[in-house]
């Protein structure tokens, strides 16, 4: 499934909605950005499959929200043609333009496994930082805000593991 793709044609409904003068709640942009923790996530490893119900869960919030103030804002024929975008979206199998994150970064050592993580109301730069002080990796915290965390491929891995853990919402009974 495209995730990255939902995800980038969620970003652009949500801009065109604003652009209508339409108020988006903080809580969607909270999923919005918690999905989009989740699907680097499920990139940085996909054997880790439990953490598609979570980025699924996300999007379908988002998705259901965005399509109803559409629809009650704007009109029928407008919600009518983002479904169809959005359905596009899903269905592609390829990454979403402008989202391939480089595979330098200047100042890390050779030869590092590393991932970046943007710090959110679920992921607190705490957590990280203490997470990775305890699997023995180094962090560094970048000017955009993410903090890169690298070291050894498998305690990297486990940092992933053990942080979606954290991030994957409690399942129902």
Known sequence: MGY???WKSLENLIAELRRKHITIAPEIMTSLRSAR????IYKADTSYRESIPAIE???????STLINLAKEKISQDFMESWISKLETARQSDKPAAGTVTPRFIPGLPRREHW????????I???DVTRLADELGLSWKLQKDGYIL??????KVKDFV????EKCRPPRKN
């Open 115 to 122: 991932i970046r993580v943007l710090p959110s109301e679920g």
């Open 124 to 126: 607190l730069k705490e």
């Open 4 to 6: 990255e793709q939902w």
């Open 57 to 63: 869960n996300y999007l379908l919030d988002v998705e």
């Open 37 to 40: 923790t989740m699907i680097n």
């Open 149 to 154: 965390v690298y070291g050894v491929r498998d």
């Open 161 to 164: 593991k053990t942080m979606a």
